[in-house]
């Protein structure tokens, strides 16, 4: 036996009338749909409505008889098949002589902030758990009747608000959510209204997707790539913005949509006076940012072929003196300006 919207019969207030369903069960629990009886009904209380034998069964339910009592009192419910010992028994219930008052307005008895990171896990808490005072000393259950759109659920018992569904948490589209919260005794309710923050997640650290060597020539043309092309993340979805906060003084520069790394400065990229240099890069959504450091080496360049700067015809006469010239003055240059140092590989 139970009430008839399905569990126990809740409290109520005396002269009021109460649906309840029956069904006809065998030992496993299971209900015997061949029963088509009926039953008499009976209380420890005082019925002014529904006591003695109801109407038939149809495939072993009963599936709405009304009750009402004449008294207040903690009561149940016995059903017994019309003419046999097979019997039944409901949960006790309070019925109330007076009109049943609604639980007090629901507040939050967490003093922590009420927020939540946007793409949290499903179960993570809010920093809200709501109680609500019974002055019938019922025992209180708690539902959301405004879940934000489904992104948060309640403790029926204990009160705490949980993120139900994180993947509607996201901070680029509401900084905020509002959820209603009700407290029930079983017959009345009362409600109360909570305001719950999101809180930014910065993007996920840039890493480099790209898997060449990072690496560029000395001197080389602005604009060269160098191997590093920065990627990131946002929780919920929202694009990332690449910057350089440390682009080795102007030397590099990075697409702030593709993250691709390229040369700024080529002019200040010289082996010589440095092999490497560290860039540090930045993907920002707009609000919140995570950063990465990266090391980009400088490869030498040679010089430049030899020429002869000497417009002199190329000529010395035979058996001259050591030291003799013979028109050829060889000529280089470093690409980053270094100095050039010249030797003989082959010297006939």
């Given at each position: ?70 008294q207040g009192g903690t ?114 309710a009362s409600t109360a ?156």
């Amino acid at each position: 036996m139970e009430w008839g919207f399905g569990g126990d019969v809740p409290a109520h207030t005396k002269g009021t009338t109460v649906p309840i369903r029956v069904r006809a069960i065998d030992a496993r629990g299971q209900r015997v749909t061949s029963f088509s009886g009926t039953v008499d009904v009976s209380s420890s209380g005082s019925l002014s409505q529904g006591s003695g034998t109801t109407a038939a069964f149809s495939n072993g339910e009963l599936t709405s008889h009304n009750i009402r009592f004449s008294q207040g009192g903690t009561f149940n419910l016995v059903v017994r098949a019309t003419g046999s010992t097979e019997s039944g028994r409901s949960n006790n219930f309070t019925v109330y002589s007076s009109p049943n008052t609604a639980p007090s307005t629901p507040t939050d008895t967490n003093t922590a902030t009420n927020s939540i990171a946007e793409g949290s896990a499903a179960g993570s808490t809010v920093e809200i758990t709501v109680a609500a005072t019974d002055n019938e000393n019922d025992t209180l259950f708690y539902t959301l009747t405004d879940s934000a759109g489904g992104r948060f659920a309640i403790n029926s018992s204990s009160g705490v608000v949980t993120v139900a569904n994180g993947a509607l948490l996201n901070f680029e589209s509401a900084t905020s959510h509002s959820i209603t919260v009700s407290a029930s005794d079983g017959t009345a309710a009362s409600t109360a209204s909570f305001t719950i923050a999101v809180t930014n997640v910065a993007p996920s650290a840039p890493s480099d997707s790209n898997v060449v060597t990072n690496t560029v020539a000395e001197g080389a043309a602005n604009g060269t790539v160098v191997g590093i092309t920065a990627s990131s993340t946002d929780i919920s979805g929202g694009t990332v913005s690449y910057s350089l906060t440390d682009s080795a003084a102007g030397r590099f520069a990075i697409n702030s949509s593709s993250g691709v790394v390229t040369v700024a400065n080529g002019t200040l990229l010289n082996f010589e006076a440095a092999t490497s240099h560290s860039i540090t890069a930045s993907a920002s959504d707009g609000t919140a940012a995570s950063t990465a450091s990266f090391t980009i080496a400088v490869t030498n360049v040679a010089p430049s072929a030899p020429s002869d700067s000497n417009a002199a015809t190329n000529t010395v006469v035979e058996g001259a003196a050591n030291g003799t010239v013979v028109g050829i003055t060889a000529s280089s240059t470093d690409i980053s300006g270094g100095t050039v140092s010249y030797s003989l590989t082959d010297s006939a």
